[in-house]
C-alpha cells in the first residue's frame, strides 16, 4: 500500500469535490426540498464514482457519448443552479417526495460525484493504482458524509441572511466553474478535431504521393512498351526488305 499515492488521489478528488465550498449550495438545497439525505446521498454518489471508475467509459460509448460531451452536460446543469442561487429564481421544480427530493439530483450527481469528479477519475486512472484510487474515493465519502450530517448545524451557525450572502457569493463561484469546465472541454474537443483533420491531410498526401509515383510508374512502363513495339517494327520491316 503506498500512503503517498492514496494521499495525491485523496487531496485532488477532495479539491474537485470541493465539499466545503458547497456548504451554501447544500443549504440551499436542503432549504427547498425540505431536508436532505446524508447517507443516501453519499451512497448515491459512492456507487456513481464506483461505477464510473471502471465501467465509465464503456458505458458513454454505449450511447455514443464521449467523456467532454458529458462533462459539458454536468457543467451545464452547475450553471443552470449558479444562475437559480444568484438570481433567486427557480428553475428546478420540487420532486414532490417529501424531505430528501434533493438527495439524488442535484446533490449527489452533479454537486458531489459530478462531471469534474467523473473526468478526475479517469485521468487518476493511468496516474495510479486502482487500490490508492478506491481508498482515496472512500476517505472522500466518509468527508462528504461528516459535512452533510453537520449541515443542520452549520445552517445554524450561519443564519438565513449569512446563508443568502454565502448564496450569491458561491452562485458566481459555481458559474465560473461550470464555464471553466465547459471551455476546457470544448478546448479539448478542439484540439481533438484539429488532430483529426491533421491525421486526414496527411493520409490524403501519402494517397496523393502514392498515386504520383504509380503515375510515373506507368509512364515508365508505357516509354518501355512503346519503345519494344518500335524496335518490333523496325525489325519487321528489316525483314520484309
Do not use: C
Request: proline share 2%.
Amino acid at each position: 500500500m503506498d500512503f503517498k499515492e492514496i494521499g495525491s488521489v485523496t487531496l485532488i478528488l477532495f479539491s474537485v469535490i470541493d465539499i466545503l465550498g458547497s456548504i451554501p449550495v447544500i443549504l440551499d438545497i436542503k432549504k427547498k426540498a425540505g431536508g436532505i439525505e446524508p447517507m443516501k446521498a453519499t451512497l448515491v454518489a459512492g456507487g456513481i464514482m464506483f461505477s464510473f471508475l471502471y465501467l465509465g467509459e464503456k458505458i458513454l460509448k454505449l450511447f455514443g457519448v464521449d467523456i467532454q460531451s458529458f462533462a459539458i452536460a454536468g457543467a451545464v446543469v452547475m450553471l443552470i443552479m449558479g444562475m437559480e442561487m444568484i438570481l433567486g429564481r427557480k428553475f428546478f421544480k420540487d420532486s414532490g417526495t417529501g424531505t430528501g427530493g434533493g438527495s439524488i439530483v442535484p446533490l449527489a450527481f452533479p454537486i458531489i460525484a459530478g462531471a469534474g469528479t467523473m473526468t478526475t477519475l479517469v485521468s487518476l486512472r493511468s496516474q495510479f493504482s486502482y487500490e490508492s484510487i478506491l481508498i482515496g474515493i472512500l476517505i472522500n465519502l466518509v468527508l462528504v458524509l461528516l459535512v452533510l450530517k453537520s449541515s443542520q448545524w452549520l445552517e445554524d451557525k450561519i443564519g438565513d441572511d449569512g446563508l443568502k450572502v454565502m448564496g450569491k457569493i458561491f452562485g458566481i463561484v459555481l458559474l465560473a466553474i461550470s464555464i471553466k469546465i465547459i471551455t476546457a472541454q470544448i478546448g479539448m474537443m478542439k484540439t481533438n478535431l484539429q488532430g483529426t483533420v491533421e491525421k486526414i491531410e496527411k493520409t490524403v498526401m501519402h494517397i496523393e504521393e502514392m498515386h504520383e509515383r504509380n503515375l510515373r510508374l506507368m509512364q515508365r512502363q508505357d516509354s518501355i512498351l512503346s519503345t519494344r513495339d518500335t524496335v518490333v517494327v523496325e525489325r519487321i520491316m528489316q525483314y520484309k526488305r
